[in-house]
C-alpha cells in the first residue's frame, strides 16, 4: 500500500485536510462510540467482548480499502494518504482509545503497545513511501507481480494463525455466538453507514464512496494482533467475526453506491 504513494499526494490532502479529519471523527471517535453503546448494552460494559467490538472500530484503516474504492468509483489518491496517515496515528489512537473508554477496567501496556505499532505499521510505511519517492513510483508496477501474491499469502498465515490461538476459547463460546455474530454483522454494517451518510453533505460521488468505505474496512489483521497481544483472548473473537463480515458487506455496499448513482446519472440524462 505505501509504496503506491508518495509525500506529493500526502501533502495534496493535507492542504485539503476537512474530508480526512472528518472520516477520523466517524472512524475512530463515533464507531467507536456507537460499539462501546451496543457491546455494553447486550454484554455490559466490562465485558471482553465489548473490547473487541471498540477495538475493530479503532484500528487503522484497511488497506483493501483501496481496492473498494477504486472499483466503485471513489478517490484513490484520497484512500491511499488516509489508509498512511491514519496507520502513521494509531500507535496513539488505538491506546489512548482503549483508555478513554475503558480506563482501569482495561489494563494494558501502552508503551509496548505503541512501540508494536510504530515496529509493525509505521516503519514500513514510511519505508514505502520513501521508496515510491526514491524510485518515482516505478517500485509498485516492478514489484507488484511478486509482493500482491506474498502479502495475501501473509495475510492468510496471521488469520490463520491467529484463529487457531483463540480456538480453545470460541469451542466454548456456542450459545455466545448466536449473539455475537448477528451483532458483527449490525456493526460492520453501521460503520458503512456512518461513513456514507457522514460524507453526503460533499454531495459528491467521489467522497462518499471513499469516506463509506474507509468508515466500513479496517487492519483486520493488526486488531487480532492487537486483541491476543494485549487482551483476553475472547477480545479477539468479535475482530476475527468482522473479517468475515467486512468484505462481503463490501460487496452489497458496492452494488449499493453503483444502484444508488446510476439511478441518479440515469435521472439526469436527457
Known amino acids: 500500500m505505501a509504496i503506491g504513494c ?44 465489548v473490547v473487541g467490538l471498540v477495538l475493530f472500530t479503532i484500528i487503522p484503516l484497511g488497506v483493501s480499502t ?49 512501540i508494536d505499532l510504530l515496529t509493525i505499521i509505521v516503519v514500513p510505511t514510511v519505508i514505502g513511501v520513501l521508496l515510491h519517492d526514491l524510485t518515482k513510483g516505478r517500485i509498485l508496477p516492478a514489484v507488484k507481480p511478486y509482493a500482491a501474491p506474498l502479502s495475501k499469502i501473509c495475510f492468510v498465515l496471521v488469520v490463520m494463525l491467529n484463529a487457531a490461538a483463540i480456538a480453545p476459547s470460541a469451542a466454548a463460546l456456542k450459545d455466545d455466538l448466536l449473539t455475537l455474530v448477528p451483532l458483527a454483522v449490525l456493526m460492520v454494517g ?5 461513513g456514507f451518510f457522514g460524507a453526503l453533505p460533499y454531495r459528491n460521488r467521489a467522497t462518499v464512496t471513499t469516506v463509506s468505505y474507509a468508515s466500513g474496512m479496517r487492519n483486520i489483521s493488526l486488531g487480532i494482533v492487537l486483541a491476543l497481544g494485549y487482551f483476553s483472548p475472547l477480545a479477539a473473537v468479535p475482530v476475527v ?30
Open 241 to 270: 467475526l468482522s473479517i468475515l463480515i467486512q468484505q462481503p458487506l463490501a460487496t452489497v455496499h458496492h452494488l449499493v453506491l453503483q444502484k444508488l448513482y446510476n439511478r441518479k446519472t440515469g435521472a439526469q440524462s436527457p
Open 190 to 194: 453501521l460503520c458503512y453507514a456512518i
Open 6 to 49: 508518495g509525500h506529493k499526494q500526502l501533502l495534496e490532502v493535507l492542504r485539503r485536510p476537512g474530508v480526512m479529519v472528518w472520516t477520523f471523527v466517524l472512524t475512530h471517535v463515533l464507531s467507536p462510540l456507537m460499539a462501546y453503546g451496543l457491546g455494553a448494552l447486550i454484554f455490559g460494559p466490562d465485558s471482553p467482548y
Open 66 to 114: 483501496v481496492l473498494w474504492v477504486g472499483l466503485s468509483g471513489g478517490s484513490i489518491p484520497l484512500i491511499l494518504a488516509m489508509v498512511v496517515i491514519d496507520s502513521a496515528l494509531s500507535p496513539f489512537v488505538v491506546p489512548a482509545g482503549i483508555h478513554l473508554l475503558f480506563q482501569a477496567s482495561v489494563e494494558t501496556n501502552t508503551a509496548d503497545m505503541i
